[in-house]
T-cell receptor, first 114, second 118 residues
Framework: DGGITQSPKYLFRKEGQNVTLSCEQNLNHDAMYWYRQDPGQGLRLIYYSQIVNDFQKGDIAEGYSVSREKKESFPLTVTSAQKNPTAFYLC?????????????FGPGTRLTVL | AQKITQTQPGMFVQEKEAVTLDCTYD???????LFWYKQPSSGEMIFLIYQGSYDQQNATEGRYSLNFQKARKSANLVISASQLGDSAMYFCAMREQVIIQGAQKLVFGQGTRLTINP
């Protein structure tokens, strides 16, 4: 089945540690996105990538880093510089970067800092 | 300035009734797109329906329809014959064009929690 997978579903981190969230898609989509959702809030864009080896900062990129070495993979690293990383993280993809394309989402990773 | 406004934090509806979820937006871009997503308690975001700013007719997808009033800048979601499984958070989102990079960006509202009562 085609889709977007995210792992792990739940992640616990100690303060000061970096953690990496996985996002994989087999939809052959060019564009991929990372969003953060806080309780009772909408989604905010962290990073996005339009093609392999290219990515841009979104609205809240500070304390996060990404890579896009393969078309199907767009991992997100939450660094120790992120002051309040506890949140729900959603990865999305779209066919291309063009404006008429719908973004489809993965199941999400819930990160908790202990 | 908030670009997507969902004024209903929560709504309670009886099963089989129709329900309208409100969404107003603000943009100066003549070309834009409006999306509705459903987020059940599991957390995944499920795409429901899309309306382009130049579309002549209101979008429909099964039991979902979008009441698009361009002059009022509103894009309300209508769910007909509601079901227990419709209980979830619903988010309205607007696609913004990022001119320099040429990429699209979605801006989300705060969401409306819909509860369907049996």
């Amino acid at each position: 089945d085609g889709g977007i997978t995210q792992s792990p579903k739940y992640l616990f981190r100690k303060e000061g540690q970096n953690v990496t969230l996985s996002c994989e898609q087999n939809l052959n989509h060019d564009a991929m996105y990372w969003y953060r959702q806080d309780p009772g809030q909408g989604l905010r864009l962290i990073y996005y990538s339009q093609i392999v080896n290219d990515f841009q900062k979104g609205d809240i990129a500070e304390g996060y880093s990404v890579s896009r070495e393969k078309k199907e993979s767009f991992p997100l690293t939450v660094t120790s510089a992120q002051k309040n990383p506890t949140a729900f993280y959603l990865c999305a993809s779209s066919i291309s970067r063009f404006s008429t394309d719908t973004q489809y989402f993965g199941p999400g990773t819930r990160l908790t800092v202990l | 300035a908030q670009k997507i406004t969902q004024t209903q934090p929560g709504m309670f509806v009886q099963e089989k009734e129709a329900v309208t979820l409100d969404c107003t937006y603000d943009t100066s871009d003549p070309s834009y797109g409006l999306f509705w997503y459903k987020q059940p308690s599991s957390g995944e975001m499920i795409f429901l329906i899309y309306q382009g700013s130049y579309d002549q007719q209101n979008a429909t997808e099964g039991r979902y329809s979008l009441n698009f009033q361009k002059a009022r800048k509103s894009a309300n979601l209508v769910i007909s014959a509601s079901q227990l499984g419709d209980s979830a958070m619903y988010f309205c989102a607007m696609r913004e064009q990022v001119i320099i990079q040429g990429a699209q960006k979605l801006v989300f509202g705060q969401g409306t929690r819909l509860t369907i009562n049996p």
